[in-house]
């Protein structure tokens, strides 16, 4: 069984910052990109960040340069830094991970979802 858990939302102000973490568990043998979605009220899931197996970042526009997606050394952990963040971060974010698990077929695994408020 896989576990994708994300952890560290919560109330920032304007303008500030808030780090998320997201870990993968379980039957693993490998995982081949681990990365962050998002849904704020009333909109669909919205693309974030991506992190591949070999550590190449990628990011959405809205977010490129104040997000930075990083990795621990076992490969099974992320992180999402948040800087400047805007009222429009306001969402729940979901982590996911493109998992191959052992004795099974690659899948995709998602987390429960963790919310970040953004206001004053």
């Known amino acids: 069984q896989v576990h994708v858990v994300e952890s560290g939302g919560g109330l920032v102000q304007p303008g500030g910052a808030l780090g998320l973490s997201c870990v993968a568990s379980?039957?693993?043998?490998?995982?081949?990109?681990m990365g962050w979605y998002r849904r704020a009220p009333g909109k669909q899931r919205e693309y974030v960040a991506a992190l591949t197996s070999g550590g190449n970042p990628n990011y959405a526009d809205s977010v490129k340069g104040r997000f930075t997606i990083s990795r621990d050394n076992a490969g099974n952990t992320v992180h999402l830094q948040m800087n400047s963040l805007k009222p429009e971060d306001t969402a729940v974010y979901y982590c996911?991970?493109?998992?191959?698990?052992?004795?099974?077929?690659?899948?995709?695994?998602w987390g429960q979802g963790t919310q970040v408020t953004v206001s004053s």
């Open positions: 379980g039957s693993i043998f490998s995982i081949n990109a």
């Open positions: 996911y991970g493109d998992v191959t698990p052992i004795a099974r077929s690659r899948a995709t695994y």
